[in-house]
């Protein structure tokens, strides 16, 4: 059974659309089951009834024409209660419907199984019989299976098929919504830029060429150029090789030389697909053929095919002179978007950023969040490559990508764009003024920085200190650890660049998902297992180098504080404490005039807020880090798109974990900050500030916004919201009455509601 499920999943996840995925569905499921019919409904995203779109055994005439609601007929129940139904004698039941011309009627077992992808009901599966039985247990089991496994694959090939509807020209395509990690806050409407990596034929995007002639010539100049490098190799290795192994070559001139391939690639590029498109198309549609095979000899073809085909699209790019030129809202759109990529685009004409893999915490993210393009991540059930040149909208506060926007969705996000705009211009005139509540109670800005280019844009917000320098991205961008004099000139400007104000900086804080290409890490679990401070208090030759630059940097700055990321136990406070007084020592040895730095410790592990107290007691300071502390509160990744709906910093939970850790900071006199991405939120900033936060650390781009709706509230208030807000039962409620109180406040500009 797993056999033929795997077999089955593997064919959908070949198929080229939706029609094809399905059909492929309804043919291997009757088979399997040995039924007389297998039908799906899919859903209409626009009428929401069920379509009667794929079918081996009944009449198939009617595909695309009959539809039901949901609640009609045995398959809208099936869709309405969200479970399978299995009937011997399906005419018998209260709800069958019979639909003229579809050719049911003679089928009396039936057995019907909702296809659901993140709780969305996608369609109805459905298998019928002419012999009155129920189908067993087993057929049922199976057939809820493969609709579980297959509704992220019919999902991906939805969204694939409304992006070529047009094409097509049939209808308008729908609206689709794709949903991925939130990278940097903000909304961009715009057209796609696909970045697709060097040779390879599964990442060309799709363009439409008007010269069709000279992308002819560049197709056969390829394939000449590939025959003579294949021809040199083969004469070249004629001697080393036995007469089989030598035979490959010849395959892969036949291949070259296959009339079909060469006159298909033509064919599309006559068309108006350009060289590398047509060959992607052609050349990924042989290797599906082969993969296919029974043979595995044939099957292994499936490899070469692949190699020539990459070695064509080499020649084609690299004798592509065509500039990139870049539409005025450029969204780029690619696979693992790097930050060279993104140095490559004037910034003036990039609005927005989408890549199909990491998370909010990759480099790109920080980038993006650091130049203020908002940007989604993990977008993983997006068919990039078909995106070139479409009209695209992205939500980087949701982590959101519409495709095919209609009009009414288009005119929401372009209100909720200019309200944005307007609330930046405004928010100009406050760079000089002071953070201060209408009552006076001042409250320190911070910005958290890791790149260079943090600390210009910084400055030119008006931070007043960096809460979080995150040292760990100098390592990353380096292929082994930086030495201590390289870190120091490193530290040393940052420290510099921010005299007297203080910066914060984090001891390496590695593990999890954040990897150094020398110094891999490989864990099941590695966000539960050596990360931060369990690295570093393991390796004291790299938190002793740290720290000893560190502080041998800010002699005569004297603006360092340095912070433990990490921390769930005293006994790591108080060895960290330790090295970093010994590092201290030792400089001082060598001569340098230097304090010693105060020494705070990161809030982000749910037992820390619990020992915030005896932590506080020992540190010089606290600093919430919320991005891990709700991670690890809620039990939810946050780098997981299928669960990003119950990442919510705003949950209760969450909220009285801060509360606790800033009365904990308070009744030992100490300074608490946070330094997670609530911080920049302004919907956050009554609360933070209800709750007695010092200072809060945010990108330099959410600077502005929460300086304005500090100054634009009053301490005396912000206690009693708190303690409302503090009650209420879930994140939504408290999204709604912070909302509410924002809007009375004017500053309703500031946040725009998700759609659903
Ligand atoms: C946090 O966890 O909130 C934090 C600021 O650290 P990072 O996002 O770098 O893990
Ligand atoms: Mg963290």
Redo the contacts with the bound molecule.
Sequence with gaps: MLEMLRNIVQEVNLAEDLDSALKIIVQRIREAIGADVCSIYMRDQRSGRYVFQANEGLNREQLGQISLAAGEGLVGLVAEREEPLNLDLATSHANFHPVEGIGEEPFNAFLGVPIIHQREVLGVLVVQQKEQRRFDESEESFLVTISAQLAGVVAHARVTGSITFDTVGSRPPDSSKVRGIAGAPGIAIGEAVVVSPVADLYAVPDFKTSDRRSELRAFKKALIAVRADIEMVAEKLEEQLNPEEHALFDVYLRILDDATIGTEVASRIKAGQWAQGALSQVMIEHIQNFERMEQSYLRERAVDVRDLGTRVLAYLQAADSRQQSYPDSSILVGEELTASILGEIPREKLAGIISITGSGNSHVAILARAMGVPTVMGAGDLPYTRLQGREVIIDGYYGEVYLNPDAALRERFAAALAQGEEVSQDLESLRGEICETLDGHRLSLWVNTGLVEDVEHALDHGAEGVGLYRTEVTFQRLDRFPSEEEQRQIYRSQLQAFAPLPVTMRTL?IGGDKALPYFPIKEDNPFLGWRGIRVTLDHPEILLVQTRAMIKASAGLDNLRIML?MVSNLSELEEALEFIRRAHHEVVEEGSEVSMPPVGV?V?VPAAVYQARELARLADFLSV?S??LTQYLLAVDRNNSRVADLYNAFHPAVLHALRQVAEAARAEGRQVSICGELAGDPAATVLLLGMGFNALSMNANSLARVKKAVRSLSLTEAGPIMEQVMNLGNSLSVHQRLQTFLSDKGLSGFFHAPLD
């Design positions: 804080d990321p990161m982000e880090g991005n891990d």
